[in-house]
């Protein structure tokens, strides 16, 4: 037996204290989720195949053995969500020998009751290791500087435990690092000047520590990162604008600190956002009127300040924003008339100097979502919100109006007349350029289309819960629709402020609109309209595919859903195959052949029963007769396609054709059957995926193709292994060849196509007897 796999039941029990006798060959241990009790045996570390021990999720005990340390193969171990403990030096021996396990990728180790210190020996673990939690423990002592060696790390969670002590400078050498979660301890000191070199940086997650000092101007190196939390520590001085990152896609959080100084200029940088909390701080100044530069910021906290000054009237710009929070302020002024135009959800006002009179529409009419108390100039609103009324003023100012009226009225006659005249031609322009707009979109669905109401609805408000993933035209949405039947969907709304977006929608349109196919993404309806701010907005709705895409099988991150499942050869070979026939169908079966220009793993998206399916016809290019294009331009356009699949030719300036696609094919197979991404650090100095792989071509390929494949064999066995081995050996030997054939630098050199198809379909059937 080589994978136990048993995750997600109710399995009780606990393991056989002889595992490895009785499973010398176990590679891959696979029991999350269950409620499994007793030790992880010793014996285990005699299964010396083992890979991967995925035990997250139950209720194991014990210390964690140290003979692990000579499992030679051991990538994964995956034990959060247990009672494992260790106390003293001695327990913590593990580490030391895990030191030994070269290939080690991920060390799981969270919500668990360790105690005790960190051990230095962490800093002798492999360099390959990428995921590294302890979070949730009770450990104590500092965060080890030996930490910074272990450079492969792209994930370190350490948070919610009994840390002290500064942040190491060393995290600073941690070039890829990606994430990390240092919260809820008591690390002190100011923060370290370490981010020069993180540009990879996608979550920090500082706050709820004992951090002083500024905020270090050098954090704007960090131009990848997508949410900032350094709330609830002891931070002073300025928000500095370099933080102001057009990336930052999730929050930025700085409440609760002794920020002083006025909300920076540059916060229209913040163009991607949703929620911003600065509470609790003693900033002040007025609000910039850039704020609606925030397009599509959904909460902003400002509470518990010494703001001061009117609302900028661009508040009304502001269309996502759902909640704001201003209470304990020094506000003044009367609300901005745009305000209950807003989608306002929540409105806290409360403990400030606003003056006149309070709406009655949007979020004033519910009483329980609007707070306005300890504001005593306020006056009118809905009667349940019990203000004085405004009638009194009025009464007051209206013997001022009655001499105004009569200059108004003299001058109302004479601007009638104007205002008819600009109606008139408005009215004209409007209805020339709704046609114009109606017959650029010539190109439509028969389908039904649907609105941007709809497709607002069906997202809940483009809700990151339902972000899927995001393009370099556009973001891509999960969605419940009604269609013809209610459906789950895939929106993708194209990025309009991005020229080539506009551009890209209707070329999608057009290569969609006639062509279907079982291994093409199968586009149902699409929306051209424009949103609640009247801007235009485009957006395509595809089958949803939920098992994602290719990318995220071949390079599983610790965050995707499936960190420890690898695809097997027979999945492998299916999903080759599906991909070669879309490419021969769109090249040679179609009215006009296509080329889709941007061949790559993201590309691939595979449904629930894992058949691929080609998307993203962005890019795609129409050709009149086979390689001549209808467009001229392809120099002009900028080089199609994604660095690492694109063909030598198109950076030489030449058009696309089949061939620079079959070109991304074969980098794609070869991706395939290897797991290394031809974008690989290890590819510089001409040196190339297919390079690499021809370097091993034929003697060696069993070193370089992906060693998880051997893992899940494709769930068939023969009994003869050996036979089994050699039936594997010839369907790789046959499958890298024609990958190999595909790159060749000559586009004339490469095969068709539709050969390919045949001969994959052959090796397939050698593979499976
Ligand atoms: C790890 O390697 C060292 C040195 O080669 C060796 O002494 C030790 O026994 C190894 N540990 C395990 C658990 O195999
Ligand atoms: C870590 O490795 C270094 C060099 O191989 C060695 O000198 C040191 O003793 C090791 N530290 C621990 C704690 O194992
Ligand atoms: C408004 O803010 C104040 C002070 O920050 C808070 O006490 C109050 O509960 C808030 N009101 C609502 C309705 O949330
Ligand atoms: C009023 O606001 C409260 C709190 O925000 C919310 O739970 C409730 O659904 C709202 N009621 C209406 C009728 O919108």
């Not at 502001?318 to 305000?339: A, Y």
Request: hydrophobic share 40%.
């Amino acid at each position: 037996m080589e994978i136990f796999q048993l995750a997600y039941n109710n399995l009780q029990g606990s393991l056989p204290s002889d595992i490895g006798a009785s499973f010398p060959n176990l590679a891959a241990l696979v029991l999350f989720a269950n409620q499994l009790h007793g030790q992880i045996p010793d014996s285990i570390s005699n299964c010396s195949y083992l890979y991967s021990i995925a035990a997250a999720s139950n209720k194991f005990t014990g210390l964690i053995p140290s003979s692990l340390g000579s499992l030679q193969n051991l990538a994964v171990i995956a034990v959060s969500d247990n009672l494992l403990e260790a106390k003293t030096t001695r327990d913590w021996g593990f580490i030391d020998q895990l030191g030994n396990c070269t290939e080690l990728q991920v060390l799981d180790l969270g919500y668990n009751q360790f105690q005790g210190t960190i051990p230095i020996s962490i800093g002798n673990l492999s360099t390959s290791l990428y995921f590294l939690s302890l979070g949730n423990n009770g450990i104590s002592g500092s965060i080890p500087a030996v930490i910074g060696n272990l450079v492969g790390l792209t994930r370190i969670q350490l948070d919610s435990m009994l840390l002290s002590g500064p942040i190491p400078q060393e995290i600073g050498k941690l070039w890829i690092l990606e994430l990390i979660d240092l919260s809820n301890n008591t690390i002190s000191g100011e923060i370290p000047p370490i981010f020069t070199n993180l540009t990879r940086m996608s979550r920090l997650s500082l706050q709820n520590n004992e951090l002083q000092g500024n905020i270090p101007e050098q954090m704007s190196h960090m131009q990848s990162l997508e949410s900032m939390n350094l709330s609830d520590n002891k931070l002073v001085g300025n928000i500095p604008n370099e933080i102001m990152f057009q990336s930052l896609s999730i929050a930025l959080d700085l409440s609760n600190n002794y920020l002083s100084g006025a909300l920076p200029l540059e916060i229209s940088k913040l163009k991607n956002i949703q929620t911003v909390i600065l509470s609790n701080n003693n900033l002040s100044g007025e609000i910039p009127s850039t704020i609606d530069g925030c397009e599509v910021l959904q909460a902003l906290y400002l509470d518990r300040n010494m703001f001061d000054g009117s609302l900028p009237s661009s508040f009304g710009n502001m269309r996502s924003l759902q909640v704001l929070d201003l209470s304990h302020n020094s506000f003044s002024g009367e609300l901005p008339d745009s305000i209950d135009y807003m989608k306002l959800q929540h409105l806290n006002i409360s403990y400030n100097n606003f003056e006149g009179e309070l709406p009655k529409g949007g979020v004033f009419q519910n009483i329980t979502a609007v707070d306005v108390r300890g504001n005593p100039d306020l006056c009118g609103g809905i009667p349940q919100m019990k203000l004085q009324r405004c009638v009194t003023r009025i009464q007051e100012h209206k013997r001022n109006y009655q001499r105004i009226i009569i200059i108004v009225f003299s001058t109302i006659g004479a601007f009638a007349c104007l205002c008819m005249a600009i109606c008139f031609f408005a009215c004209r322009y409007c209805r020339r350029t709704h046609k114009n707009a109606k017959s650029s979109y010539g190109m439509q669905f028969e389908h039904k289309r649907v609105s941007y109401n709809d497709i607002f609805k069906a997202t809940d408000g483009f809700s990151l819960d339902n972000l899927v993933g995001r393009g370099a035209f556009g973001t891509v949405y999960k969605a419940t629709m009604n269609l013809e039947t209610p459906a789950i969907v895939a929106v993708k709304v194209l990025d309009l402020q991005n020229q080539a977006g506009s551009k890209t929608f209707l070329t999608e349109c057009k290569a969609l609109r006639n062509i279907r196919h079982r291994n093409l993404v199968k586009v149902l309806s699409s929306c051209s309209s424009i949103d609640h701010n009247g801007t235009d907005f485009k957006a395509l709705i595809f089958e949803f595919m939920p098992n994602g895409s290719l990318e995220t099988w071949l390079h599983p991150t610790a965050c995707t859903a499936r960190p420890f499942e690898a695809l097997s050869l027979t999945q492998r070979m299916d999903i080759a195959i599906d991909v070669a026939t879309a490419l021969d169908y769109l090249h040679h079966h179609g009215t006009v052949p296509i080329v889709h220009c941007d061949l790559k793993p993201s590309n691939v998206l595979l449904d629930s029963e894992m058949i691929a399916h080609v998307g993203d016809f962005g890019l795609a290019k129409f050709l009149v007769q086979r390689d001549i294009m209808i467009s001229h331009s392809a120099i002009s356009t900028g080089i199609r396609g994604t660095i690492g699949y694109i063909p030598p030719e198109y950076g030489m300036g030449a058009q696309a054709s089949v061939q620079g696609d079959v070109y991304s094919y074969g980098i794609l197979l070869l991706e395939i059957f290897t797991g290394m991404s031809p974008t690989d650090e290890q590819f510089v100095d001409g040196m190339s995926l297919p390079k690499l792989v021809e370097s091993s071509f034929p003697e060696s390929i069993m070193e370089i193709v992906d060693h998880k494949l051997f893992l899940t064999n494709g769930g068939k066995q023969t009994g003869d292994y050996t036979h089994e081995l050699d039936g594997i050996h010839q369907c790789l030997l046959t499958v890298i060849h024609h990958g190999l054939m595909c790159c060749k630098e000559v586009p004339s050199d490469r095969i068709d196509i539709q050969d390919f198809v045949k001969e994959l379909n052959s090796a397939k059937e050698k593979l499976l007897g």
